[in-house]
Nanobody, 114 residues
Framework: QVQLVESGGGLVQPGGSLRLSCAAS????????MAWYRQVPGNERDLVAQ????????NYLYSVKDRFTISRDNAKNTVDLQMNSLKPEDTGVYYC???????WGQGTQVTVSS
């Protein structure tokens, strides 16, 4: 059974930082490009960041470039998203996803507000 379990969300003030982590199990982690998506009510999920199996092929949503950093640890089967200089528009539910598969995490809420 494949599981992607996110953690690290919460409430943070504008300008603050959060680190999201996704722990994967039940799949051959190194075979997958991994990604973080964000969804706000009434909208589709947007791709925020993605990373290739070897830690290469990194891409970001334009609005988070230079503020967010995606990384992975293939020994631990984890993929993280370091989010700095957070803005209110970064608010949403963040999902971990194994690209080109049906595997999604349950999501973790990030709220950026003063």
């Amino acid at each position: 059974q494949v599981q992607l379990v996110e953690s690290g969300g919460g409430l943070v003030q504008p300008g603050g930082s959060l680190r999201l982590s996704c722990a994967a199990s039940g799949l051959t982690f190194i075979s997958y490009d991994m990604a973080w998506y964000r969804q706000v009510p009434g909208n589709e999920r947007d791709l925020v960041a993605q990373i290739g199996p070897g830690g290469d092929r990194i891409n970001y949503l334009y609005s988070v470039k230079d503020r967010f950093t995606i990384s992975r640890d293939n020994a631990k089967n984890t993929v993280d998203l370091q989010m700095n200089s957070l803005k209110p528009e970064d608010t949403g539910v963040y999902y971990c996803h194994a690209l080109y598969s049906e595997y999604w995490g349950q999501g973790t809420q990030v709220t950026v507000s003063s």
